[in-house]
């Protein structure tokens, strides 16, 4: 199944309406451009061309475009990995928006929670953030992630060396969430 059928709309009036679709291989330039845009470099490590199109095809990854607005034009790119393990452990492996602060970045969490454990089966659904990340840090605990601990010095960078933070959410967490109305419901 994929993604394509939800939406979300949260009732905080706050969050913009998205969905999301398989990638396919016309996106990936846009994937690759976002991923270039000097103010999301600084805070993920881009993937060559060669790696996305291998996500797209590799069973084990879900690889996503977010489409947003009134139009549901591209706004974002998701990937998530680890969608066949059977710890049932899947990981948000990267999620790019283009427009910050316009609500698409929290919309499409709540998209990929919803694939994540609902479709997916997950039982834990994690991701690592640069610790100086501390919009996508924030967002990530808003939304119920929970801090694991952190990777110290775990990505090098031109300046030196960056640590990572471990976040997760559980499944009783995600319905726990759901039942007090905080989660997306389907379209």
Not at 85 to 113: H, P, T, Y
Not at 120 to 149: I, T
Request: charge should be neutral; glycine fraction near 8%; aromatic fraction near 8%.
């Amino acid at each position: 199944m994929t993604a394509a059928n939800f939406a979300a709309s949260s009732p905080d009036r706050t969050t913009a309406r998205v969905r999301l679709r398989p990638t396919m291989s016309s996106d990936i330039d846009f994937v690759l451009s976002l991923e270039q845009a000097p103010e999301n470099l600084a805070f993920i490590t881009p993937w060559e061309r060669t790696q996305h199109e291998a996500a797209i095809r590799f069973p084990d990854f879900r690889h996503f475009i977010v489409e947003g607005g009134e139009s549901l034009d591209p706004v974002g790119f998701v990937i998530l990995i680890g969608c066949r393990n059977q710890n049932q452990s899947i990981e948000l492996k990267r999620m790019v928006v283009q427009a910050k602060g316009a609500g698409f970045g929290r919309a499409a969490l709540r998209v990929a929670k919803k694939v994540a454990f609902d479709d997916l089966g997950a039982h834990r659904f994690w991701l690592d953030v640069k610790q100086r990340n501390s919009r996508a840090k924030a967002l990530y605990d808003g939304e119920g992630f929970v801090v694991e601990g952190e990777l110290r010095d775990a990505v090098k960078t031109a300046e030196g060396f960056e640590s990572m933070v471990v976040m997760s959410m559980l499944r009783s967490e995600f319905v726990g969430r759901r039942g007090l109305g905080l989660e997306l419901r389907e379209a």
